[in-house]
């Protein structure tokens, strides 16, 4: 079994993953909520970890076979439910024990929707986005999303797409090459995000929370940013969007092509 290619592709993700710490930065920044640290340094901690597990490895090549996709997406979606607690663990108020901040970014990142935290509604705005942020990049799967930069090392993506793809269609494909498919995918993903927020926005709530239940909603996970959830509103305008956009979700935009060499 590939070993040094699952640990080149895990490192990378982690690493990689430094980048989802920016967009709550900026929300900090913007509400100063003093929270610009905390998610700095979150960062930096995840960039030298990924580095280190990546750069020993970084010129070994080995051909991925499907089953190191399967470990590939267990070991990936492991270490990053752990790093991922790294925000949640920095924070002062509330305090988190490390078990407590891994299952909250477990439960954001599989789009669980269950949650430790209590009085959400005082939570610091940039850890209420990081929260949602967590189950949108969960509910599209982040594998899909390392797909498509995947040539990058040097390694085809179809081993991770069919192992982290459930049900018939793993091996259906909108485009012929599989990052392709992965790229049309996030469009999709993210024009029906946009699409959500809007809707919520026009709907009653404001920008920040429809942002935040459009991740929610597109992911067909359960975080809110307010404690009452959509009952906060009591808004059946906003009940109604929240239906719509799921049952939206839930469509599978993958369709049969016929078959094609995967050259990704």
């Known amino acids: 079994m590939g070993f040094t290619a699952v640990q080149r592709v ?3 993700l982690i690493a990689g993953s ?3 710490m920016l967009p709550p930065v900026l929300v900090s920044l913007w509400y100063g909520d003093g929270t610009t ?3 700095l340094t979150s960062a930096a901690i995840l960039l030298a970890l990924g580095l280190a597990i990546y750069v020993p490895v970084r010129h070994v090549k080995e051909e991925l076979r499907l089953r190191d996709g399967f ?3 267990v070991s990936a979606w492991l270490a990053l439910a752990l790093v991922g607690a790294v925000p949640f663990l920095l924070l002062t108020s509330p305090e988190l024990s490390y078990v407590d901040a891994v299952f909250e970014s477990m439960s954001g990142l599989t789009t669980t929707g269950a949650t430790i935290v ?4 005082a939570l610091p705005r940039a850890i209420l986005y990081y929260r ?3 189950q949108w990049l969960g509910g599209m799967g982040i594998i899909v999303l390392a797909v498509a930069i995947l040539p990058m090392l040097r390694i085809g993506g179809m081993q991770l797409y069919r192992a982290e793809t459930p049900g018939p269609m793993k091996d259906a494909k909108l485009t012929p090459r599989i990052t392709e498919t992965a790229k049309a995918l996030w469009l999709i993903y993210v024009g029906i995000t946009v699409t959500c927020a809007m809707a919520y926005w026009l709907a009653g709530m404001k920008l920040f929370d429809a942002v935040g239940h459009a991740f929610s909603t597109v992911a067909i996970g359960g975080f809110s940013t307010h404690d009452d959830s959509l ?3 009591s808004n059946p305008t906003v ?3 929240a239906i719509f956009f799921m049952a939206v979700a839930g469509i599978n935009c993958i369709k049969p092509f016929a078959p094609a060499e995967d050259t990704a």
């Open 118 to 121: 209590t009085n959400i509604d």
């Open 10 to 12: 895990v490192g990378f």
């Open 239 to 241: 009940e109604a969007v």
């Open 37 to 39: 640290e905390l998610f």
């Open 231 to 233: 009952a906060f509103w």
């Open 18 to 20: 430094s980048l989802m």
């Open 71 to 73: 470990l590939i997406v």
């Open 132 to 134: 949602q942020q967590l």
